[in-house]
């Protein structure tokens, strides 16, 4: 299994509400990463967790809570979002660190609009 | 991480070889060039990875110029789910778990 699944595919949500996005992986990968993509735009590092602890942020708003409940799992929370976060969300993992040549693995993302 | 210029686009017919450029003149002796891509809809996928040698695998190949300036990726017979963007990415073995993305070569094959 190569899979990294997310969920939802599809999220509408309004600035006052709060809701969750969804990742998972069973390669026993021991990192896994939060990008942003914006339309048209490459994809941007928010966070990091390597085995299960916030390694990376990258000076991403509070209003973005990720947590890694184990290492198969990462979720990132969202409360108080504005219209200009609406993007691409995408859930990546790798082995984790130490493997000189980490590939990472993608899934196809949760398509967020804030309204 | 040194930066990587690559084309906005490129167009190739299907069935045909495309080759793809990445300029990264600052690179430094310990930093590899990665290649992902990006099929509409999808997140990203690795396809290879190199630090001097030509690198081949199942999906392409490499080719680094001796002085490592510039890189040129492969894909021998162009398909149109090949249609994608590619991006270049060099980073230093010892920048972890960061990758950072350029903003990459749209390719488009044609029937």
């Known amino acids: 299994d190569t899979e990294v699944t997310q969920t939802p595919k599809h999220l509408v949500m309004g600035m006052t509400n709060k809701k969750s996005l969804k990742c998972e992986q069973h390669?026993?990968?021991?990192?896994m990463y939060w990008y942003k993509q914006k339309a048209k735009k490459p994809p941007e590092l928010m966070f990091v967790y390597s085995y299960e602890k916030l390694s990376i942020n990258e000076s991403v708003p509070s209003r973005f809570s990720p947590e890694c409940p184990n290492s198969s799992l990462l979720n990132l929370h969202l409360h108080a979002l504005q219209p200009e976060d609406s993007a691409l969300y995408l859930c990546?993992?790798?082995?984790?660190?130490?493997?000189?040549?980490?590939?990472?693995?993608f899934g196809s993302g949760t398509q967020l609009s804030v309204l | 991480d040194a930066k990587t210029t690559q084309p906005p686009s490129m167009d190739c017919a299907e069935g045909r070889a495309a080759n793809l450029p990445c300029n990264h003149s600052t690179i430094s002796g310990n930093e590899y060039v990665y290649w992902y891509r990006q099929i509409h809809s999808q997140g990203p996928q690795y396809i290879i990875h190199?630090?001097?040698n030509n690198e081949t695998n199942e999906m392409a190949s490499l080719i680094i110029t001796e002085d490592r300036k510039s890189s040129t990726l492969i894909l021998p017979h162009a398909t149109l789910r090949d249609t994608a963007v590619y991006y270049c990415i060099v980073k230093k073995v010892t920048s972890g778990s960061r990758l950072t993305f350029g903003e990459g070569t749209q390719l488009t094959v044609n029937p």
């Open positions: 190199g630090l001097k």
């Open positions: 990546a993992s790798s082995q984790g660190p130490g493997r000189e040549h980490e590939k990472l693995f």
């Open positions: 390669m026993g990968h021991r990192a």
